[in-house]
């Protein structure tokens, strides 16, 4: 494991909710990491870690290899890759991303 695999993996593993994405939860700089960040408030998400993808190029591209994932952003709950926007919204929508956060 890489020094970038092995830091996404402690980032992953010591979070309990962690969303790799482009800009801050403060300041999204693309679309869909907004609405994963506004997705995550509406479900009461207190203890969020982001990662600005942005201001790391080996973790932006260590994130795509680590969950074999090709988009950002990307969410872990306990260590878990649960998806992109899209996947998070009908999760949303659904009423399983809020299971999964509360379990």
């Known amino acids: ?21 482009k800009g801050t939860a403060q ?6 990491s907004g609405r994963a960040v ?20 080996g973790i932006r591209q260590g994130i795509k290899e680590y969950a074999n994932w090709p988009t950002i952003p990307q969410l872990y709950i306990k260590g878990e ?11 949303y929508q659904s009423g399983e991303l809020q299971s999964a956060l509360t379990a």
Do not use: A, H, W, Y
């Open 27 to 32: 300041f999204p700089q693309c679309g869909f």
């Open 81 to 91: 890759f649960v998806g992109g926007s899209d996947i998070m919204m009908e999760m």
């Open 38 to 57: 506004q997705i995550l408030k509406t479900c009461g998400v207190s203890d969020l870690v982001t990662v600005n993808v942005l201001e790391d190029e």
């Open 1 to 21: 494991m890489s020094d970038v695999q092995k830091k996404i993996d402690d980032l992953v593993k010591n979070n309990r909710v962690v969303l790799f994405m």
